[in-house]
């Protein structure tokens, strides 16, 4: 009997039961998914593939998490309901967005919503929580709020705990809460909106190219080899031309460009009022400053200056040998860089 065979069948067959329909799932945008970029999020829903298998491995140790700790909190006596194989989904037709939360604490009618998260230990636990889970449960709380508001309900939901699991060690425990906050499904319905009215992946922005592309939010992406098919050679415009003329996937991008037109201003403000910050600390010899309201924290410290190679001093060193030390150079991948300016009138 070939036990791994058998192993990987089971894992299939376990696959398969219970959960969220796949051709239901298809329909909507996923709350755990949101925040990924839309080309990969439209190749998934149009079951787009060039033959690669879906990777379930990491998903099923998030299952087996998951798991004990619903069992942990049952066996402790925490009121959970909606978690474990009671785990329900909440869809709203109106806006093409669904999500499936982990479970929900009820006490006095206030619902605090729970998400278990299983971590790699190699995880910057400084790092969390990761905006894509805060983002889920935010979209799970609004959906589930809408859902009490229009069954006349008394409970209402407040916030949510965010709970990440040390895979290789459970007693490490990391916890967090996030409030909860209206109009976030109506936010990301106009992100829905995009993605189920694309006809072709060149229709949305490649947002993995953004988050450190082949390097970063491509690298590990299924679809990655489909779609920097897309992605082409770089073109410019020809300047003769008059109105530009756009590209195919061209007009995706202007959202996102105008978006980050109107950040520059703030981003200029935030960095004068950062080196305020830091010069007005260091004057008063201030390690650490809290905002009234204990909601933020500065930290002033120093750090060690950087280490480099005096090169004029080598080549000083190595003008009577034989040693050439422009052949101890390596050149270095192409890179992508960005600059936008502000055409004058």
Not at 41 to 48: C, D, G, P, S, T
Not at 74 to 81: D, F, T, W
Not at 145 to 163: C, D, F, K, P
């Amino acid at each position: 009997m070939n036990l791994k065979r058998k192993l990987a069948e089971g894992f299939e067959v376990l696959d398969t039961r219970g959960g969220f329909d796949p051709e239901t799932r298809a329909r909507y945008m996923n709350a755990s998914e949101a925040d990924r970029c839309l080309r990969e999020q439209w190749f998934e829903k149009n079951r787009h593939h060039d033959g690669t298998p879906k990777k379930l491995g990491f998903a099923r140790r998030g299952h087996a998490v998951e798991d004990q700790i619903v069992k942990s909190l049952v066996a402790a006596g925490v009121p959970i309901r909606y978690a474990g194989e009671d785990q329900r989904n909440i869809r709203s037709d109106k806006y093409r967005i669904a999500a499936t939360p982990d479970g929900e604490l009820v006490e006095d009618g206030l619902i605090t919503f729970t998400e278990f998260k299983s971590i790699d230990p190699r995880v910057n636990v400084s790092n969390l929580p990761k905006q894509e889970h805060i983002t889920q449960v935010r979209i799970g709380m609004d959906l589930r709020q809408q859902e009490l508001r229009e069954g006349n309900s008394v409970e209402t939901v407040v916030g949510a705990w965010i709970i990440y699991v040390n895979c290789s060690n459970f007693d490490e425990v990391y916890t967090f809460f996030v409030d909860y906050r209206s109009g976030v499904v109506e936010n990301y319905s106009r992100r829905a909106e995009r993605l189920f009215t694309a006809k072709h992946p060149d229709d949305l922005p490649a947002e993995g190219i953004a988050k450190g592309g082949k390097s970063g939010g491509c690298k590990y992406c299924r679809f990655h080899h489909m779609c920097s098919g897309f992605q082409g050679e770089l073109q410019r415009p020809d300047p003769n031309a008059g109105d530009l003329q756009r590209l195919p996937g061209e007009r995706g991008l202007l959202d996102l460009l105008d978006e980050i037109s109107s950040l520059k201003p703030v981003e200029a403000s935030l960095k004068a009022k950062t080196k305020e910050l830091k010069e007005g600390m260091s004057e008063l010899q201030l390690a650490a400053l809290t905002s009234e309201d204990g909601s933020h924290k500065a930290f002033l410290s120093k750090r060690s200056g950087a280490k480099r190679l005096d090169k004029e001093a080598l080549a000083a060193a190595l003008v009577d040998t034989d040693i050439d030390l422009d052949s101890f150079y390596n050149e270095g991948p192409a890179t992508l860089s960005l600059t936008i300016k502000e055409e004058k009138e």
